[in-house]
């Protein structure tokens, strides 16, 4: 039964950098499309960015847009979120997902989510 678990979260200033991670263990994700979600205090959780199961076709939220910048190394069986620019409003828990339904263009049903790691951002 596959597991993620998501690292690299922490306190940053607005306008810097932070780089997430997704590991996975207990199985393989090569073939499967990943997303990453975000949860801020008191809001629903939001669709962030995915990505197919080779890499080559990846798809942003309007609000992260040319600033995040989703990646995947399937020999590491490892997804990664590679967040430029960071607001205030970027603030919240991100949480990984495999994507287990995937019909036509799109992924209908993620699945496996992680633990999901913190990101704080001051202003």
């Known amino acids: 039964q596959v597991q993620l678990v998501e690292s690299g979260g922490g306190l940053v200033q607005a306008g810097g950098s932070l780089r997430l991670s997704c590991a996975a263990s207990?199985?393989?994700?090569?073939?499967?499309?990943m997303g990453w979600f975000r949860q801020a205090p008191g809001k629903e959780r939001e669709f962030v960015a995915r990505?197919?199961?080779?890499?080559?076709?990846?798809y942003y939220a309007d609000s992260v847009k040319g600033r995040f910048t989703i990646s995947r190394d399937n020999a590491k069986n490892t997804v990664y979120l590679q967040m430029n620019s960071l607001k205030p409003e970027d603030a919240a828990v991100y949480y990984c997902?495999?994507?287990?339904?995937?019909?036509?263009?799109?992924?209908?049903?993620?699945?496996?989510w992680g633990q999901g790691t913190q990101v704080t951002v001051s202003s």
């Open positions: 997902a495999v994507c287990v339904s995937w019909s036509g263009n799109r992924c209908v049903e993620y699945g496996y």
């Open positions: 207990g199985g393989t994700v090569r073939n499967n499309a």
């Open positions: 990505i197919t199961w080779s890499g080559a076709i990846t």
